[in-house]
């Protein structure tokens, strides 16, 4: 799948914005996402950190968590965005809970810092999954 270069650019701007309300205490590291199904509806999300570091949340599935508690169940892509050198990238759980919604999904990757967007598809991040099918 492909995704319109102004697809791109809303789903960017939607995860920075909601990155202005990351809750984070401990690292003060804003995170914003944003994803959009096949419905067309977009669903934004950023971390929620905890005193108990474990018990936090990142972006990517806050996105997610919000997407099927409002009904709705095929992301298609998701933009993740900070304050970063390089376009930030979901980190192994989300990489994980973003395959286990749509193997082929797209991951914009992208920063503050410049307009740089890195594109891959979770398949490619996250190569020789295992799979339900595999059982
Ligand atoms: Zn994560």
Not at 15 to 31: E, G, H, I, K
Not at 34 to 63: D, Q
Not at 77 to 87: G, L, Q
Request: glycine share 4%.
């Amino acid at each position: 799948m492909t995704l319109e270069e102004n697809i791109i650019q809303l789903l960017v701007e939607q995860a920075d914005q909601c990155r202005q309300n990351a809750r984070v205490p401990m690292t003060n590291f804003r995170v914003g996402a944003a994803l959009i199904t096949k419905n067309g509806k977009i669903f934004s999300g950023c971390n929620v950190e905890l005193a108990n570091y474990l018990y936090s949340i990142c972006a990517e599935r806050t996105a997610l968590v919000k997407m099927i508690s409002e009904g709705d169940d095929l992301p298609v892509a998701i933009a993740v965005i900070a304050d970063t050198n390089n376009p930030i990238a979901p980190c192994g759980q989300c990489r994980s809970m973003l395959y286990d919604f749509n193997p082929d999904l797209l991951i914009i990757m992208a920063t503050t810092r410049s307009s740089e967007v890195l594109i891959k598809t979770i398949g490619e991040l996250l190569p020789y999954t295992y799979k339900r099918s595999d059982r």
